[in-house]
């Protein structure tokens, strides 16, 4: 006997996003949702990981559509569930988003406002369309793993930053700004990490700053280091920082922010399909703001793979 869809929203509710604005702003939610007619069930997260595992049990309850009531970190974790999960493809379930957090970076790309009136008529009319998902294959303790980013990856000097702003928010300490304030902290310990990057027809091999993997353009809370991404072109947009003076990067921090970054000298730019990354030591990668293993990395895009309520 086939299984009958849900067809309630599931929300998952991130309680310490944005300085505990979720669990501060989940009955405001629960309120509009019941004035505007709108069938949901839910859950609060308890742990890093818990918004996946949640997830996926939820598609194999029938749940096909998920709100996240937090921010990119969510976001992720959610996408990690839809795509790890082989019940059901990944175009039969729809994610959507009520804001929360400090950087929604993936929010910004499709110009989505945290205004509750907004994203009740989104709830009510489920505006969707479909988008690409990137996936990398990475190792960990041994084994090859994968794990999904839904707007924006990277390593080398990115990653170091992304991890010194998780540690900062761990801390409570939750701003906008969280992201580059790591990474001017983050250049006191900077050195250049040594990468044999094949990419398109091209290898590349020497001494890297960063490296940045774009389905979407933004990250840190604003910065456009991926200018010519499109979230649904079948394309990975990768920027790719060589080595370069301390000075230079402070002198240039605005770049990030006015979409000019590929005029610096020494940063170059690739459409691409997919690609792979080496290292002679263990060099770990972060995937919408999460911590993940270490090279060697395959990285690529699922063109068309999920469908977004925006």
């Known amino acids: 006997m086939e299984q009958q869809i849900n067809t309630k929203y599931f929300f998952v509710i991130n309680p310490n996003a944005g300085n505990e604005g979720g ?6 939610i629960v309120n509009m949702l019941k004035t505007n007619s709108i069938e949901y069930d839910f859950a609060f997260t308890e742990h890093v990981g ?3 595992e949640i997830v996926s049990q939820k598609i194999l ?9 937090g921010g990119d970190g969510t976001v992720n974790e959610v996408t990690n569930g839809i795509f790890k999960q082989k019940a059901v493809p990944t175009l039969e379930i729809y994610l959507g988003l009520i804001q929360m957090g400090t950087g929604n970076d993936w929010a910004r790309y499709y110009d989505m406002k945290p205004d509750y009136k907004e994203e009740m008529e989104r709830l009510v009319n489920c505006p969707s369309r479909v988008q690409d998902v990137g996936k990398i294959k990475y190792s960990s303790d041994g084994e ?3 794990a999904y980013f839904i707007n924006i990856a990277g390593l080398c000097f990115d990653s170091t930053v992304v991890k010194a702003t998780n540690e900062m928010k761990q801390r409570g300490r939750r701003t906008k700004f969280a992201y580059l304030i790591s ?7 900077y050195k250049p990490w040594h990468l044999k990057i094949y990419i398109n027809d091209e290898i590349l091999e020497g001494q890297f700053l960063s490296i940045s993997i774009g389905n979407g353009k933004y990250s840190g809370g604003g910065m456009i280091q991926t200018p010519d991404a499109i979230i649904d072109d079948g394309y990975l ?5 060589q080595n370069m003076p301390k000075h230079k990067i402070i002198t240039k921090v605005h770049k990030l922010y006015n979409s000019t970054i590929l005029e610096i000298k020494g940063i170059k730019s690739f459409k691409t399909k ?4 080496e290292s002679k030591e263990p060099i770990f990668a972060e995937t919408d703001g ?3 293993g270490s090279t060697p990395y395959e990285i690529s895009i699922l063109p068309s793979s999920l469908n977004v309520i925006v």
Do not use: D, M
Request: hydrophobic share 40%; glycine share 2%.
């Open 237 to 241: 947009h990768v920027t790719i920082y």
């Open 183 to 189: 990474l001017l902290k983050s250049l006191i310990k």
């Open 274 to 277: 997919g690609f792979k990354i």
């Open 23 to 28: 669990n501060l702003e989940w009955p405001k």
């Open 61 to 69: 309850e029938s749940y096909r559509k998920f709100i996240v009531v």
């Open 50 to 52: 818990h918004a996946e």
């Open 290 to 292: 999460e911590i993940i």
């Open 144 to 146: 090859q793993k994968s």
